[in-house]
């Protein structure tokens, strides 16, 4: 029997993942609200759109207070404020700094820089980590989940929009030759796109 992946919810709530993020537009989430209320939690000047509310529960109370802390010098739904909630989240650096970027450029209306970035984008799933980061920093992004969110037998992949659909590439923990692979496959279709502009 084939194992499914862990989603994010079920990783916070075994201890790996240090706060959980969702809304009440989530139907998931709002099922499962009832698990997470024990935990500390914020709802101010959390929302990143308009309509829903917002939670960001934490596995415990020194958690929630350093996210606090850095909240109070962050312009609500600015680049900062997601690079912020991206690290408090659980994810990469690099990533949540790459996110981060790609948000300014869109809010700063930069658009061919923004479009650029945007080609260059893959995405992470493990361990129920969902996220995304520049092709350049694959190899640390992976690792950097690896070392944090380890679990045997949990499938690591790295998608990519080929054709408009997000195709996943399954990467065995510490394979850094698929590892490669992946990485010039996504290296070759952004040149095999510019080529065909």
Not at 172 to 186: A, C, I, M, N, S
């Amino acid at each position: 029997m084939v194992k499914k992946p862990l989603v994010d919810y079920q990783t916070f709530l075994i201890g790996r993942k240090p706060a959980l993020y969702g809304n009440t537009g989530s139907p998931t989430f709002m099922k499962n609200l009832h698990l997470f209320e024990h935990y500390p939690c914020v709802t101010e000047n959390i929302d990143i759109f308009d309509g829903e509310d917002f939670y960001l529960f934490f596995q415990n109370e020194e958690l929630k207070e350093t996210f606090l802390s850095k909240l109070r010098d962050v312009k609500p739904r600015s680049p900062e404020f997601h690079r912020l909630l991206g690290v408090t989240l659980g994810y990469p650096p690099l990533a949540a700094q790459f996110f981060a970027e790609c948000h300014r450029l869109e809010e700063e209306k930069h658009i061919d820089e923004y479009e650029r970035l945007f080609k260059q984008k893959v995405f992470f799933y493990y361990s129920g980590i969902r996220c995304n980061g520049h092709v350049n920093d694959l190899v640390e992004n992976s690792v950097w989940l690896w070392e944090r969110y380890y679990i045997e037998d949990e499938p690591f992949k790295v998608g990519m929009i080929e054709d408009n659909i997000v195709r996943l590439y399954e990467v065995k923990p510490y394979d850094f030759d698929e590892l490669e692979r992946v990485k010039q496959r996504k290296l070759d279709l952004i040149t095999k796109k510019e080529t065909t502009l």
